[in-house]
């Protein structure tokens, strides 16, 4: 159900709609638009009948068809867009680009590639401290020390982190140190991750699961938002399909349809998507055409030698380039890209050359 206030409505008159919806034992989930606030209703089980209509500021009470109701755009039409103190945003008209390695090996590594990524423009750092691997003797990850390396990019370079969860326990660290609490492919319907990911204080990327139907990641992320978590930020990673000359299968048509149904930011992942560190650039291209929010792109100053996920890890210097060559086709679909820093443009030689073919 959701109840639609009058555009002039006042604050009371908002607190007294959710109180009444809390004292009925369901919750209140009160959602400020640009014309008027809107306040969802979670926990019934059909109709609410509790004389919502009658209160004064109340315009109309519809019932929400749709299985997903938090996420859905008949709730807040307002697009999300996730903010983050100093400045950056998800979901704004600027793309965010959100790069690293797979995972966080060593601080040497870590802080090679975080010095790259952060000349080239990005404005998030991605680095998994503890990793879902298929196979138990495969590296796990360095845990709480990955998550310290971390913290100590984020003083440095100002990068936002961008690291995994992998269980309830992970998740507490992950919240003290991350900036935003990846949760992964294989854990997108760990309901119990998804409800304690949903009580942090901070956002979610939450990733699609390899054979999640759109609903279904819907319905993922309802999860995280109806434990009070608005903060949640898609991600397409590809899909497992017959197809085999790539990893995965990247989605690229779920961007218009997530952004049809829901208000939800969505950013896409060309790494896992292809699995080929040869796709990764075009595919970033193709993503952002579609509309995305944001690229997640993996990123290794070895990958030759990278612990994990080195085959579609791009070198330093090809991300520069995926940057110059997304930064043309952004402008095109009216988007923005954080500039590169001009050491970075005095390093390439290039201050804003015309992107030359990628190394294929
Ligand atoms: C990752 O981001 O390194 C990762 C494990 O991704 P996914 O969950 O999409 O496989
Ligand atoms: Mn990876």
Known sequence: MLVVMQAHATE???RAVCEKIDLAGLRAHAIPGAQRTAIGITGNRGEVEIGLEEMPGVAEVIRVTKPYKLVSRDVKQDNTVVRFNNSATIGGPELAIIAGPCAVE???????IAERVHRAGAQFFRGGAYKPRTSPYSFQGLGEEGLRILAQVRERWGLRIVTEAIDNESLELVEEYAD???IGARNMQNFSL?????RAKK?????RGMAATLEE????????????????????RGVRTFADHTRNTLDLSVVP???????LPIVVDPSHGTGKRNKVTPLSRAAVAVGCDGLIVEVHNDPDRALSDGMQSLYPEQFDELMSEVRQIAAVVRRELPPQLAQNRRAL???????????R
């Open 106 to 112: 060593s601080r040497e590594q870590t802080f090679a």
């Open 194 to 198: 998804l409800k304690r990911a949903g």
């Open 180 to 182: 935003v609490i990846q």
């Open 349 to 359: 030689g290039t201050p804003d050359a015309p992107a030359t073919a990628a190394a």
């Open 257 to 263: 349809a997530v952004h049809r149904l829901s208000h």
């Open 217 to 236: 990641f819907l319905m993922a992320a309802e999860y995280v938002m109806c434990e009070g978590n608005y903060n949640v930020i898609l991600c397409e």
């Open 12 to 14: 009371e008159q908002v």
């Open 203 to 207: 956002p979610v990327l939450l990733k």
